[in-house]
């Protein structure tokens, strides 16, 4: 419309702005939903095994996994002495707990190098 002098140069300008205005909040608009788009596959990866085995996970999982998996389980771990003496489970277990959704218990099975 410039070149045939349907709009001058002017208003050229103003609605050029106007649209690259548009056109940049469309592309952060995008990008934000190709972030929250994108999935951690190991993430799930982990969390479906830990559903499947919770014990062997841990036991196959690096230090720092280890522990914001005990986070994820209880709430406080007291020690005294190298000793574990009380556990308080985190609030949603308890809540499931409250309703038999987890049964928490103090008999662990035995290992299988054990029985040997």
Avoid: C
């Avoid at 190709?34 to 951690?40: C, G, K, L, W």
């Avoid at 841990?58 to 280890?66: F, G, L």
């Avoid at 209880?74 to 308080?88: C, R, S, T």
Wanted: aromatic fraction near 10%; charged fraction near 25%; avoid cysteine.
């Amino acid at each position: 419309r410039l070149l045939d002098y349907t709009i001058d140069s002017l208003t050229f300008k103003r609605l050029h702005t106007e649209l690259e205005t548009q056109i940049q909040a469309i592309d952060d608009n995008m990008a934000k939903l190709e972030s929250t788009r994108s999935v951690d596959f190991s993430l799930i990866e982990e969390i479906l095994s830990l559903t499947r085995n919770v014990y062997q996970t841990y036991k196959d999982a690096k230090p720092s996994i280890k522990k914001n998996y005990l986070k994820f389980f209880f709430e406080e771990i007291l020690v005294n002495d190298g000793e574990i003496v009380a556990v308080k489970a985190n609030p949603l277990f308890e809540s499931l707990k409250g309703i038999n959704s987890v049964i928490l218990s103090n008999i662990w099975l035995l290992r299988v190098d054990s029985n040997h």
